[in-house]
Structures are given as C-alpha cells and as structure tokens.
C-alpha cells in the first residue's frame, strides 16, 4: 500500500481517495521534513494544476499545501 498519485486524475492508486490522501500525509510527513515536503507539495502542486487546469486553484492549494503548515 504506497498510496502514491494515479495521473492524470490525482486520485490515489490504493485508496482511491484524492492525493494526497490521509494515508500518504502520514507517509510523507513521517518520510520528509518541513522544508521538503513543502517543496516537494509545489511541485505536486504545479503538476496538478496542469493536469487538473479546472481545478479549482484554491481547493488545489487547501489539498496539497495547507496541510503541510
Ligand atoms: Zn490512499
């Protein structure tokens, strides 16, 4: 279960859920610290919003980089 990004629909691969799910916060959180998982979100981030140009932008941020704070 690794809980990784299916693209381009951003949904997890093992959860189903939308990436990052709870599974993989705690993964990343346990596996990175602050400063590289805030910079390793950007680019999930810039990634994301390619795929998903509709996004909405603000949703994207709340999901991918809030939560890092
Ligand atoms: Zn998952």
Known sequence: MTHTAERPSW????CGDPWPCDHAR???VTTMDRIELAISMWANLEDACSDIPDGPPAELFDRFIKWTH
């Open 26 to 28: 705690k993964r990343l």
């Open 11 to 14: 949904d997890c691969r093992s």
